[in-house]
């Protein structure tokens, strides 16, 4: 992912011939092992040693946490964020000199609830994930528009990093009355639960989040080729995105890294849009940065461009508004499962369409938020 992410931010550079607001860019990577308790040293070595200005990251959402915290204690660095998907980064008590040109792991479901709704006819699901933040969010951002439609969840199973029982979930989804399971599960978990369940006679169709349909998944053997065609998911990007900002993001990573994937990651893309923006508004200054960054801070809050997914702008809490997109999987004439755009969901904001006080007032992401019914 590391990796993904130094493509990502080499690849806005290059678009820029390595030059910003009248003078040259250095790129300087520091990298580990995710580990949150680290990011706030990780980040002080590029302020003090490599003297650095402007700080894209990090790749996680717990990173993201403290790198936030940590932002509140340098005012005089500009920080946009990396890959991180936490909700709260810019929610709840965002620090002034933080900028997030991506959406979170809400903004990533947009969509899906009303594509269930109405284009699948669901009206009951039960969902499956594991026991932390990020799928707590991801199974909100789904059931957020789904239950405003008149959709309920009749259960939700949480289940533990590891050993997994997969058969007892399964066996308690026998008697379940839902018309669909929303996995939010990434492809390899994905991939143990489903040969399971349909091993023990599963039919169920499937809802999966936005890291449940890779290729890991995807490229699995034919059992899922013969099950998973119709399944629907959202992602904050498309891998069948026919649009030619994508296909021309798509053909110059490709252009750049023949031996990496066939298409960037969501990484590539994170910090593909964050490292453009901060180049953009670098332009939008003519490379200055004195004056307390005022300046530059209020050019990223005004700034609004198109990204290889869609035109991005920010809110007042300088967070992301975005496209997202609702993709199903079909049989290409490769004979390969792939994605496949059903449905865009425009300018979606944080709050999902709700308001600051209605969306604040659900909760936080957790098991069983929201309440539905």
Known sequence: YGLEAKRGAELALAEFDGRAGGKPVQLIFETGDAAAEA???RAQTLVSKSNAQIIVG???????????????????????????????LTLLDPAAN????????????????????????????VTLGENYSFPYT??????????????????????????????????????????????????NAAADFLTQYWKNGGTLPI?????????????????????LLGAIAASPLADGDQGRGWQQFVATYRAHYPDAAEVPSLFA???YVNTKAALLALDAVDGELSDGRNAFHEALAELS???PAG??????????????????????????????????????????GLGRERYLALGAPGPETPSCP
């Not at 809802?207 to 013969?226: C, W």
């Open 58 to 88: 990090p790749l996680s959402g717990g990173e993201g946490r403290a790198l936030k915290a940590f932002a509140k204690t340098a005012p005089t660095i500009t920080f946009l964020n990396g890959a991180s998907a936490a909700r709260d």
């Open 311 to 352: 035109r991005v702008s920010l809110d007042e809490n300088r967070q992301a508004i975005a496209n997202n997109y609702v993709i199903e999987i079909a049989l290409g004439e490769d004979n390969h499962l792939h994605h496949e755009v059903a449905y865009v969901a425009t300018s979606v904001d944080q709050t999902l």
């Open 305 to 307: 461009f198109d990204t």
């Open 39 to 41: 990011v706030q040293a």
């Open 269 to 271: 893309f994170s910090y």
């Open 207 to 227: 809802i999966g989040s936005s890291i449940t349909f890779d290729p890991t998944l995807l490229g699995a053997n034919s059992i899922f080729h013969a099950r």
């Open 138 to 187: 991801q199974v909100m951002g789904f059931l957020v528009e789904f239950c405003a439609l008149g959709g309920s969840v009749t259960e939700h199973h949480w289940l533990p990093f590891s050993d997994k029982s997969y058969a007892a979930i399964t066996a308690k989804l026998e008697t379940s009355e839902a018309d669909a399971i929303f996995i939010a599960l990434d492809g």
């Open 98 to 125: 933080f900028f997030r040109f991506t959406t979170d792991a809400a903004q990533w479901m947009a969509g899906l609830g009303r594509y269930a709704y109405f284009d699948k006819g669901y009206r009951q699901v």
